[in-house]
């Protein structure tokens, strides 16, 4: 009687594992339903298996899903048409902002920025907290520069620090590619020579620039420099005085 009980509660269990596994994979699959063709929904699907995903999803709660879909932007990027309709199913469903999200995913400065505030902030709690707020305003604080904007860099570098001074943040990322690679520099250059002494960390991959730029508040938590781009010639002149 006792083993008979057994058996079945064991098999109650098992039986309510198997169904709440298919009961979250139906949901997950019903997230995605929205994407429409069939490629571009597994490609999403796929990327919940990466080490990225992984990482990112530690951090970035609400905006999971366009951080999948950015990652399976990048995974197409050689695919023109399919990268087309995903992106169009996202600005559909969630409009331009979410189109940004997933392009700063797919670019990688999502992830580059979360390795910066891992060395700013120590506890999880404040880098999710600065993450999500950068995510929620990452159309303000996210610059795509283009070679046509060399006619404004005066007024972009003065929008940069007054945004990077204002929110709560306190950071903006500039980024270029090809000839706009330039004119990110020459916006920078402009920052640096600022007398309030910006923070201002550059990677370069191929033809493309991308550009941290933090208040100089948050420059006394990094823990480190290797990165930080070269100080200009009146700091260092003053410096070998």
């Excluded at 699959?29 to 999803?57: C, G, M, P, S």
């Excluded at 730029?213 to 200009?232: C, I, M, Q, Y």
């Amino acid at each position: 009687m006792a083993s008979t009980a057994k058996g079945v509660t064991e098999g109650t269990l098992d039986w309510s594992a198997k169904k709440i596994s298919e009961l979250v994979k139906r949901f997950r699959d019903k997230e995605v339903a929205f994407i429409q063709d069939k490629k571009n929904i597994e490609t999403v699907k796929q990327q919940r298996e990466t080490e990225e995903y992984k990482l990112l999803l530690k951090y970035v709660g609400k905006e999971r899903l366009l951080v999948l879909m950015g990652l399976a932007l990048r995974s197409i990027e050689k695919n023109p048409d399919r990268v087309q309709d995903l992106r169009n199913k996202i600005h559909g469903k969630y409009g331009k902002k979410g189109v940004h999200v997933a392009e700063l995913v797919q670019i990688g400065l999502v992830t580059e920025l979360l390795t910066r505030l891992v060395k700013l902030f120590g506890a999880q709690v404040d880098i999710e907290k600065t993450l999500t707020s950068f995510l929620d305003q990452s159309e303000d604080l996210a610059l795509f520069i283009k070679k046509e904007d060399s006619k404004r860099i005066d007024r972009i570098s003065k929008l940069v620090m007054d945004r990077v001074d204002v929110n709560p943040v306190h950071m903006m990322i500039l980024f270029g590619s090809g000839y706009a690679m330039d004119v990110v520099k020459a916006i920078l250059k402009r920052i640096e020579s600022d007398p309030r002494e910006y923070l201002i960390q550059a990677q370069i991959e191929g033809l493309q620039l991308s550009a941290f730029v933090f208040a100089p508040e948050l420059r006394e938590r990094l823990s480190h420099w290797s990165d930080t781009l070269p100080k200009s010639k009146r700091e260092t002149k003053r410096k070998r005085r």
